[in-house]
Nanobody
C-alpha cells in the first residue's frame, strides 16, 4: 500500500527555519515526482515546490524561491522541504503528493490519482 507521511511542522518565529519530511512507504520514492503544497485557513491550496524523478533541479513558486529548498534522501525514502527565513504568510498545513500530473522547470500540477499525505501544520508567529 502506497502511503506518504509528512512531519516536521511546528510553531516558529518569523525568520526561523523548519525542515519538513515526506516519508514514503510501500514504494520507492526516488522513482516518483513529488510535490509540496500548502493550504492556509480560508484559502485555496497552492503549490509550493516540486522535484522531478528525472530532472535534478526542483521548481519553486516565486513566493518561496530563495528561501525553500526541496531535496531527496533516497537512502531513507524521504523528500525534504527545508524552509528558511519563514514569514507569517507561510503559515499553512503543508502536504506532499505524488506522482503529480506534471513537474517542469515552469510549474507543476497535481493529478487526479495522486497520493497525498495527511499534512503537517506550520505556524509562523511571534
Amino acid at each position: 500500500q502506497m502511503q506518504l507521511v509528512e512531519s516536521g511542522g511546528g510553531l516558529v518565529q518569523p525568520g526561523g527555519s523548519l525542515r519538513l519530511s515526506c516519508a514514503a512507504s510501500g514504494f520507492t520514492l526516488r522513482y516518483y515526482t513529488v510535490g509540496w503544497f500548502r493550504q492556509a485557513p480560508g484559502k485555496q491550496r497552492e503549490g509550493v515546490s516540486c522535484i522531478s524523478s528525472t530532472r535534478s533541479s526542483p521548481f519553486y513558486v516565486d513566493s518561496v524561491k530563495g528561501r525553500f529548498t526541496t531535496s531527496r534522501d533516497s537512502t531513507k525514502n524521504i523528500v525534504y522541504l527545508q524552509m528558511n527565513s519563514l514569514k507569517p504568510e507561510d503559515t499553512a498545513v503543508y502536504y506532499c503528493a505524488t506522482p503529480l500530473y506534471y513537474c517542469t522547470a515552469y510549474g507543476f500540477k497535481p493529478g487526479s490519482g495522486d497520493y497525498w499525505g495527511q499534512g503537517t501544520q506550520v505556524t509562523v508567529s511571534s
